[in-house]
């Protein structure tokens, strides 16, 4: 798993965590910039998964870039444009799936603080940033 972040200290947070085996530091709107930087670090292979969570504009084409004919995205951000995701995959002849979060899934508090409480490094994370 590659996790893509343009801020040096978000990077390293997410370093720290070892959740990715790998971690790029560019910006989610620069669309070839994250391709280079992904297939790079996956030594040339598209995604069968993206996860695009970024709360920027204009991050769509990165997903669909990095994501392998019939792979899917799941986009989960309000700045999401669905009409540039969609646009965008047929400009780009990218035949993908494409998944909409729409914030809830049941048991989703539940699981969340167990995931905090179990894991040190998450909570020492989220407490420096949000105390």
Request: proline share 2%; hydrophobic share 50%.
């Amino acid at each position: 798993m590659v996790g893509v972040e343009a801020a040096d200290h978000y990077a390293a947070d997410l370093e720290g965590l070892a959740l990715c085996d790998r971690v790029v530091r560019v910006d989610a709107r620069r669309s070839f910039a994250v391709r280079d930087a992904v297939l790079e670090a996956t030594s040339g292979v598209e995604a069968d998964v993206v996860i695009s969570c970024v709360n920027v504009d204009g991050v769509e084409p990165s997903a669909i870039l990095l994501t392998r004919p019939r792979g899917k995205i799941y986009f989960f951000a309000m700045s999401t444009s669905f009409t540039a995701a969609a646009l965008g995959a047929e400009g780009m002849s990218k035949d993908i799936d494409m998944f909409i979060g729409n914030g809830y899934a049941e048991g989703h508090a539940d699981f969340t603080l167990a995931l905090v409480r179990s894991s040190p490094a998450l909570l020492a994370v989220l407490s420096r940033r949000y105390g």
